[in-house]
């Protein structure tokens, strides 16, 4: 598949809260995908003081963390620290861990981790629906 046919990794999901970024996250994740995530949570910081997240995983392929700028993921970071409330990961892997790690543990971002099937149960968490998307 050459470059401009590949599908992108990454999709928003409409909710029905506006201080919720809510991403479905599809295969594997390139470095033009990480992009795209970044890109987002910085609309996201530029929109709202404060929000919170939703991180679906569908059928995880892996991320090309050494391909990804640690200009980028360096930036990403500090705009999650400073922004994000809470962070719900829905689906396999829970890589909730893992970013917790990379956090002070006195940071104020609380993350949760759900399994696919209790999707349900993290939208409720973070107060909010899913909205279907228009077409």
């Known amino acids: 598949m050459k470059f401009l ?5 990454v999709r928003r999901i409409e909710s029905d809260r506006g201080d919720l970024l809510a991403l479905e996250i599809v ?3 390139t470095p033009a995908d990480a992009e795209n995530i970044f890109g987002l949570l910085e609309a996201a910081c530029a929109l709202h003081p404060s929000f919170d997240v939703l991180v679906r995983m569908t059928n995880h392929d892996g ?8 200009e ?4 990403g970071k500090a705009q999650g620290i400073r922004h994000v409330r809470r962070c719900a990961a829905v689906g396999k892997p829970d890589w909730t861990g893992s970013v917790q790690s ?3 543990p006195d940071m104020p971002v609380e993350f949760r981790h759900f399994e696919a099937e209790d999707e349900q ?3 409720a968490w973070l ?3 899913e909205r279907p998307a228009h077409v």
């Open 63 to 70: 991320v090309d963390w050494d391909a990804i700028a640690a």
């Open 127 to 129: 107060g909010a629906r």
């Open 102 to 104: 990379w956090l002070e």
């Open 121 to 123: 149960s993290a939208w």
């Open 27 to 29: 295969g594997h994740v």
């Open 72 to 75: 980028t993921i360096q930036q």
């Open 5 to 9: 046919e590949e599908v992108p990794a």
